[in-house]
């Protein structure tokens, strides 16, 4: 799940025109071979439903193979029960033996697309008035791309680096119930993963209505996705004569009180610092509230000003709120259970029973049942504002996006760092690939990229996991 966020007030601070959208960026050599990598990636049906990330990971690995990797630096793997929704671990070794190795994260699959609501094909590559349309062309077989790409120029041209560099792409990021590769690695092959840190999607930038870079963000931890059942049951009987005690009602009732609880305001080290940063950008009378929330976090009016940005206000925050409604049996007979589903986006080190427990004082009702919904995902820790990963992300940037912005943020929503940062390995997720305003059709209809976001993406991606290859 690719998506990259930054506050609507901070965008509006960026001046609109940024000379750095008019300057070429030398092309990194193989254009042409990366393209037919990237065609063939987005033209492989990963989905869930009709498609296959093994077949995907088999074609990786006859170009891996072809690039003089041996059959001991390729790993594919799957499980008998999911025998499509394989990936591939590939290690490039490196020279130093005493600097750890980093990895390289990224997934296979793609949210299930339907061609009759499409305008062009969605598993059909078409480079279109300056665009790549297709399905996974953004989410996340762009970066999956790159990453492939540079391990097969990497080993075909015989330059290995100080670190090993290890690429797991893997399948089950966008279906929460599905097969998850990430988080079978990170339980039964380790070794294959372990590093220093990594790097994964997530972070990016977005371009402005007029085209042109406004802002990069490289992300720094993320919330834990969390849903619970929150249930009411009741004898029922005839709806000719109601109860006062309703199903529905209590059903409700509760989700009124949980819709509507603002959680407290918390910090990690990434946003505080995104934070202090916005303060000085914003004019009054956000900045100053800003600062007044960095001082004192249970400043209510300052918490209102601040979080009237929808983005801020979820940054801010753990947040939970009703997204599915189950209730009744029959038009005419009171609902004898009534249930709901309650998606949280849980802040950093949030355990999900001490969050029942406060859905349970929240809501108030002792007969309301709560119960946590596989599957129960690891807690999610901050991951640290590392400036030996941070520092070259910030020059490169500057170098390729001259002018533009940069800031570290806590994505609100959820990648597949969460299994690989428990065995030890914080993950970053890397800036350099921007998107529109409108989202460019992720999870949805017509996805698709700028064609120079991609190659320019390709450029800075490139020369960030050489420079960190070297430290």
């Given at each position: 799940m690719r998506k990259t966020l930054f506050a609507a007030a901070l965008l509006a601070a960026?001046?609109?025109?940024?000379?750095a959208a008019a300057q070429p960026v030398t092309p990194q050599p193989g254009e042409a071979a990366f393209r037919a990598l990237y065609k063939e990636m987005v033209e492989t049906d990963t989905s869930l439903t009709t498609g296959s990330c093994t077949a995907a990971a088999d074609k990786l690995a006859v170009r891996f193979r072809a690039a003089g990797f041996t059959n001991a630096e390729i790993t594919q793997f799957s499980v008998p029960l999911f025998p499509k929704e394989g990936g591939i671990v590939v290690h490039l070794n490196g020279t130093d033996k005493k600097a750890?190795?980093?990895l390289l994260l990224?997934?296979?699959?793609?949210?299930?697309a339907k061609p009759e609501d499409w305008t062009r094909s969605p598993f059909q590559l078409i480079e279109e008035d300056g665009y790549f349309y297709g399905r996974g062309t953004l989410d996340d077989k762009a970066q999956a791309a790159v990453w492939a790409d540079l391990l097969i120029r990497l080993k075909a041209a015989g330059k290995p680096q100080k670190r090993t560099i290890k690429l797991a792409l893997t399948c089950g990021e966008e279906t929460t119930y599905a097969f998850n590769g990430a988080d079978w690695l990170a339980k039964n092959r380790p070794d294959l993963i372990s590093a220093a840190f990594a790097l994964n999607e997530g972070g990016g930038g977005r371009y402005g209505a007029d085209g042109k870079p406004q802002g990069l963000a490289v992300q720094v931890g993320e919330k834990t996705v969390q849903n619970f059942w929150i249930q009411a049951t009741n004898?029922?009987?005839?709806?000719?004569?109601?109860?006062p005690d309703n199903a529905i009602t209590d059903l409700a009732r509760a989700i009124v009180a949980v819709n509507t609880h603002e959680f407290p305001v918390q910090y990690t080290d990434t946003t505080r610092a995104y934070f202090s940063a916005l303060a000085r950008m914003m004019p009054a009378p956000i900045g100053p509230a800003i600062t007044r929330l960095l001082a004192n976090p249970n400043d209510a009016e300052a918490n209102a000003i601040v979080s009237q940005d929808p983005t801020n206000h979820s940054v801010l925050r753990t947040t939970c709120v009703a997204t599915l409604i189950e209730a009744g049996h029959a038009e005419n007979a009171l609902a004898q259970r009534a249930r709901t589903n309650v998606n949280c986006r849980m802040?950093?080190?949030t355990d999900p029973n001490v969050l029942k427990a406060d859905l349970a004082a929240i809501i108030g009702n002792p007969k309301m049942s709560i119960s946590l919904k596989?599957?129960?995902?690891?807690v999610a820790k901050p991951t640290p504002m590392n400036p030996a990963i941070i520092g070259p992300m910030q020059s490169l940037a500057a170098k390729h996006f001259p002018g533009v912005p940069l800031l570290a943020m806590m994505s609100t929503g959820a990648t597949d760092a969460i299994y690989i940062t428990p065995i030890g390995v914080p993950v970053y997720g890397a800036p350099g690939m921007f998107i529109d305003p409108d989202g460019n059709g992720v999870h949805g209809l017509n996805e698709r990229i700028r064609v120079t976001s991609v190659l320019k993406g390709r450029d800075y991606l490139s020369d960030l996991v050489i420079a960190l290859a070297n430290p």
């Open positions: 960026v001046p609109a025109a940024i000379p750890q190795p980093m990224g997934h296979l699959d793609v949210v299930a004898p029922g009987g005839h709806s000719s004569v109601p109860r802040f950093p080190g596989l599957p129960i995902r690891p």
